[in-house]
């Protein structure tokens, strides 16, 4: 069974790499960057303090950097603990797959996908009363994700997995934000 679902894995990944084009390979190696998506961060800032007053908005800032630092570190100790080797790096695939990055550290989970959705999360709860289009954040983990199998670097499996591991750590921090900081309300 698990040996059906690395299969599927591996082949779902070659055929989704494949789709790739050199028309597109600027866009989604641009996408890909992290500093891309630095106007985005300070969107997600300015909202916060325009739609909270200081000490919240301070607040809600500091619980999506510690957020993100929990993610990180804790996708970091994944990628040591499971050496999960990148499809750029695969050797049973590697020739037969598009390749824009070649990162030498392990796959599983991506810190791309688990970052982004526990980034986009994170935001998305805090500002979901205030901020009635929030859910259009969540394009930018769903593109920057999909930019990690267009470059060669991340399975599918990888992506899905940091995806629901990085919303569940949004979700938990958002839950300890709310009883730290709000015990009273609901």
């Not at 303090?49 to 999506?64: C, D, G, T, W």
Request: charged share 15%; net charge positive; hydrophobic share 50%.
């Amino acid at each position: 069974m698990f040996q059906k679902l690395l299969n599927w894995d591996k082949e779902t990944f070659i055929y989704l790499n494949g789709l790739g084009t050199e028309s597109y390979d600027s866009f989604w190696s641009t996408i890909t960057e992290i500093t891309t998506w630095i106007p985005l961060f300070l969107l997600f800032a300015l909202l916060f303090i325009l739609k909270f007053p200081r000490r919240e908005s301070l607040l809600n800032i500091l619980s999506v950097v510690a957020t993100t630092i929990f993610i990180v570190v804790l996708t970091y100790l994944a990628k040591i603990f499971i050496e999960r080797p990148r499809p750029c790096n695969d050797e049973t695939i590697n020739s037969a797959i598009r390749i824009l990055k070649t990162p030498t550290d392990y796959s599983f989970f991506s810190g791309h996908a688990s970052s982004s959705f526990a980034i986009t999360a994170m935001v998305f709860l805090l500002l979901r009363s205030r901020v009635k289009w929030a859910w259009i954040f969540f394009l930018w983990p769903l593109a920057f994700s999909y930019s990690r199998i267009y470059v060669g670097v991340h399975f599918p499996l990888d992506i899905l997995v940091g995806a629901i591991i990085g919303i569940l750590s949004a979700i938990f921090f958002y839950k300890m934000y709310k009883r730290l900081f709000y015990p009273t309300q609901g």
